[in-house]
């Protein structure tokens, strides 16, 4: 699959021709054409234009919300403008949220049924769920109430899937590496086992059942952290292999009191303890040093580091 950087500003920038939080994949031949699909990853102010310019928008498979901060979702204004009045009969797209979604979109044009007119909203429930031929993993995230990050990666057929499951289960059972994983034996002699129990660590919960365990067996995928405070959060979402798209906020850091948010040190140590293949770091305020951030991340992961601009496009 192919990632297109629609949007990789945060809350705001000074950086001219922005557009905030938004990530596209496609795969197959793209929208319109044979086998194509495309999900995309929020939608924050100014990245309808990217989109429209990169696609037919009412192609897209799904839209997934990460949480609801403006910043990763004002878009969807325009996105259901453009469906309803483009379109006689008005087109539709499916949009996955934290609940409350429609709520505030129809509160900011002062109409009730404003989302309803053209989006269909479902609420975003954590697990592993299917859109055409990508498989997303939901995981919640420490941020807002209601936030998650994602996995993508493009979909295994069932008896793989089944059989990747029952490698996980009997791994879980055999020892209590839990979120570790069965891809630790595929991992050799490095020693990596340990490593990865120590990742999983405390947070037992993300040895669920619908756990990104149970797809060992799959592609390498794209995880997404929306936005996220807590880099304990995001590495049982990652594969060996897979590619980190990361917040880093406040760029090499400090955190400012009260946000929750990431530094690029942050995400590469997620990036380097769920031994990701390569980290591509968005969502940076103004005035934060591109340079610095670089170093910083680099410090913590040894992997290939880059800042991500619109525009961008990367083969999954
Ligand atoms: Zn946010």
């Not at 797209?93 to 934290?98: F, K, Q, S, T």
């Not at 793989?160 to 059972?173: I, L, P």
């Not at 594969?239 to 906020?249: C, F, V």
Request: proline content about 7%.
């Amino acid at each position: 699959m192919e990632l297109i950087v629609l949007g990789a500003a945060p809350a705001y920038t000074d950086r001219a021709g922005s557009a905030a939080s938004s990530y596209l994949l496609r795969a197959g031949d793209g929208p319109g054409r044979s086998g194509g699909a495309a999900l995309l990853l929020d939608l924050g102010q100014g990245a309808f234009a990217n989109l429209a310019s990169t696609l037919e928008p009412s192609s897209l498979t799904a839209v997934l919300v990460s949480h609801l901060h403006p910043d990763h979702f004002i878009d969807l204004v325009p996105l259901r403008h453009y469906l309803k009045w483009e379109f006689d009969p008005p087109r539709r797209v499916r949009v996955l949220a934290p609940a409350g979604l429609a709520d505030r979109l129809d509160a900011l044009d002062g109409q009730f049924g404003f989302a309803a007119a053209a989006l269909d909203v479902e609420g975003l429930a954590v697990g592993i769920h299917s859109f055409g031929p990508f498989d997303v993993t939901v995981r919640r995230v420490s941020h807002t109430d209601e936030s998650y990050a994602f996995r993508v990666s493009m979909a295994v057929p069932d008896a793989r899937r089944q059989q990747a499951a029952m490698g996980a289960t009997s791994r879980t059972v055999g020892n209590q590496a839990g979120a570790a994983g069965p891809e630790s034996e595929a991992a050799g002699a490095a020693g990596p086992e340990s490593e990865a129990a120590g990742a999983a660590g405390p947070e037992s919960e993300a040895a669920g059942p619908a756990g990104p365990e149970s797809e060992a067996a799959g592609p390498a995928g794209l995880v997404y952290s929306g936005d996220c405070s807590r880099v304990e959060d995001l590495v049982p979402l990652i594969r060996p292999g897979d590619t980190l798209l990361s917040e880093a906020s406040f760029g090499a850091g400090p955190v400012a009191p009260g946000a929750q948010h990431l530094t690029s040190a942050d995400a590469a140590r997620a990036a380097s303890t769920g031994r990701a293949a390569r980290l591509l770091l968005t969502h940076m305020l103004s005035g934060r040093s591109r340079t610095d951030i670089l170093a910083a991340a680099q410090a913590a992961f040894a992997g290939p580091v880059q800042l991500l601009t619109e525009g961008d496009r990367f083969e999954i």
